[in-house]
């Protein structure tokens, strides 16, 4: 069951479940950034110091989203690994 406030006579019943399925892809990559970056409080005070900290968080974590792939692929061993 899902509950919503878009008005039902311009969406029609799998438009608004595309769209809650569509949120809750987002909010997955969120909660996966946030695990990534290991975010918490930011160490500075000051709000120059802290963007830069979060930016930094934030581009560790999309950089490591995007190496995971290729890291599955490499084998310590000297062989491919099968999947």
């Known amino acids: 069951m899902v509950f919503t406030t878009f008005?039902?006579?311009t969406y029609s019943e799998k438009e608004i479940l595309e769209?809650?399925?569509l949120h809750w892809q987002v909010e997955?990559?969120?909660?996966?950034f946030k695990s990534l970056a290991q975010r918490g409080h930011p160490p500075k005070m000051d709000e120059e110091s802290a963007q830069a900290w979060l930016y930094g968080k934030l581009m560790m974590a999309l950089l490591t989203e995007k190496?995971?792939?290729h890291a599955r692929t490499?084998?310590?061993?000297?062989?491919?690994?099968?999947t």
Request: positive net charge; proline residues 13%.
């Open 74 to 82: 490499v084998s310590p061993w000297g062989y491919a690994l099968q």
């Open 28 to 32: 997955l990559i969120f909660k996966r």
């Open 19 to 21: 769209w809650y399925r």
């Open 67 to 69: 190496i995971i792939p």
């Open 7 to 9: 008005p039902a006579e």
